[in-house]
C-alpha cells in the first residue's frame, strides 16, 4: 500500500477534492434550482444580517453534540471496544463522506472501514453499522410517538401536516398521480421480489437479523444505541427551532418548541428518501414545507432552514477532511 504522499497517489486526492468542489457546485446549484430564482438567494443572503447571531453559538454546540452522540451510538453496537474521542472523529469524516454519496452509504464505508481496522471482521463490520441503522429507524420512530403522545401541541402538528399533505395530493391530477403511483409500485414490486430471491440478500438479511438478536442480547448497549440514536435526532430537530428562533419574522417562541422538533423529524424523513447525495435539495424543500404547514412564513422559513443546513450540514465537512488526515495513519496500517 502507497503512503498518502507517495506521488502516484496525488492524482486520486485531486480528483477527490475535484469530485468534493463539484459535490457542493452541484449541491448549491440544486438549492437554487428548488427555491425558484437566484433572486431569494441573495434575499437569504441579505437577511443574514438581521439574523439573531447569539443563537448561532447554540446551533454550533448542537451541531457538535450529533456528532458526539453518533460516536456513542456506534460504540454501543460495536462488539469491539473503541476510544471516544477516535470515534467521534470518525463520524465528522463520515459526514463528509455523506456529502458525496446517496443515502447515507459513504457514512456506513467510513464507519465500516474504521470497525475493521479496529479488529473486527469485514462481515461483522458491516453487519454492526446496518444494525446501527435499523436501531436509528427504530429510534426515531419511538422518539416520534413519544412527542406525540407527551406534547399536546405536537399531536396536533401531526394532524396539521396530514390534512396538508392531503390536500397538496388532492391538487394533483388524478390521472397523472395514479399513473405515477402505478410505476412505482411495479418498479418496487420488481426490483424488491430480486432482491427478495437473492442468495446474498437473504444472507445479508439473516446476518442483520441475528445482530440485532445478538444487541438485544446486550440490553445496556441495547438502551445506549436507543437513546444516543433518538438524541442525535432531538438535537437536530432542536437546532432547526434555534435556526428558526434566530431568523426574525419567523413568528416561532420557545413555547413552539414541539411543534418545530414534529415537523423537522416529519420533514427530514421525507427529505432524505430521496436518493441525492445527503438528502441535498429534498431535505431543505421539505423542511420549509413543513415549517410554512405549521405557520411559518414561506420567506422566513427559508431563510431559517438555509441557516440550520449551513451550520449544521455544511460547516462540519471541515472538520471532517482534518479529521480523516488525523485517522489516516491509522487506516493505512490497517489496510
Given amino acids: 500500500m502507497l503512503p498518502a504522499t507517495h506521488p502516484a497517489t496525488i492524482p486520486r486526492v485531486r480528483r477527490r477534492r475535484w469530485a468534493l468542489g463539484a ?5 448549491l446549484a440544486l438549492v437554487v434550482a428548488i427555491t425558484g430564482t437566484a433572486g ?33 451510538t456506534l460504540r454501543a453496537v460495536a462488539e469491539v471496544a473503541t476510544p471516544l474521542g477516535e470515534t467521534i472523529l470518525v463520524q465528522f469524516t463520515a459526514a ?14 467510513v464507519n465500516t472501514r474504521y470497525l475493521v481496522c479496529r479488529g473486527t471482521d469485514t462481515v461483522r463490520a458491516v453487519t454492526s453499522v446496518a444494525v ?28 396539521l401536516l396530514a390534512s396538508r399533505a392531503v390536500e397538496a395530493a388532492g391538487a394533483l391530477p388524478v390521472a397523472p398521480a395514479l399513473a405515477l403511483v402505478a410505476v412505482v409500485a411495479v418498479i418496487a414490486l420488481v426490483c424488491g421480489g430480486r432482491v427478495l430471491r437473492s442468495r446474498a440478500a437473504a444472507h445479508a438479511l439473516a446476518r442483520v437479523l441475528a445482530g440485532c438478536a445478538g444487541l438485544l442480547r446486550r440490553p445496556g448497549d441495547l438502551c445506549l444505541t436507543l437513546l444516543a440514536s433518538a438524541a442525535t435526532t432531538l438535537v437536530m ?40 447525495p445527503g438528502g441535498v435539495g429534498g431535505t431543505e424543500a421539505a423542511l420549509v414545507a413543513t415549517l410554512t404547514a ?42
Avoid: K
Avoid at 443572503?45 to 456513542?72: E, K, M, P, R
Avoid at 463522506?97 to 456506513?108: D, Q
Avoid at 443546513?309 to 488525523?326: E, I, M, N, Q, S
Fill in 294 to 335: 405549521v405557520g411559518v412564513a414561506a420567506g422566513p422559513a427559508l431563510h431559517a432552514v438555509l441557516l440550520f443546513r449551513a451550520l449544521t450540514y455544511w460547516a462540519p465537512v471541515p472538520f471532517g477532511a482534518v479529521a480523516a488526515r488525523r485517522l489516516s495513519p491509522m487506516t493505512e496500517r490497517g489496510i
Fill in 96 to 109: 463528509a463522506a455523506n456529502r458525496l454519496t446517496p443515502s447515507g452509504l459513504g457514512a456506513a464505508a
Fill in 237 to 276: 430537530a432542536v437546532a432547526l427551532a434555534v435556526a428558526t428562533l434566530a431568523v426574525p419574522g419567523t413568528g416561532v417562541a420557545p413555547a413552539d418548541l414541539w411543534i418545530i422538533v414534529t415537523a423537522y423529524m416529519i420533514g427530514s424523513a421525507a427529505g432524505s428518501a430521496l436518493p441525492s
Fill in 40 to 72: 431569494h438567494v441573495r434575499a437569504c443572503f441579505a437577511a443574514l444580517a438581521d439574523v439573531h447571531w447569539a443563537f448561532l453559538v447554540a446551533l454550533g454546540v448542537l451541531s457538535a453534540l450529533h456528532y458526539v452522540l453518533a460516536g456513542i
Fill in 132 to 159: 446501527m441503522q435499523v436501531m436509528g429507524a427504530v429510534a426515531d420512530l419511538l422518539l416520534l410517538l413519544a412527542i406525540a403522545a407527551l406534547s399536546p401541541g405536537s399531536g396536533g402538528t401531526l394532524g
Fill in 23 to 27: 459535490a457542493v457546485v452541484a449541491a
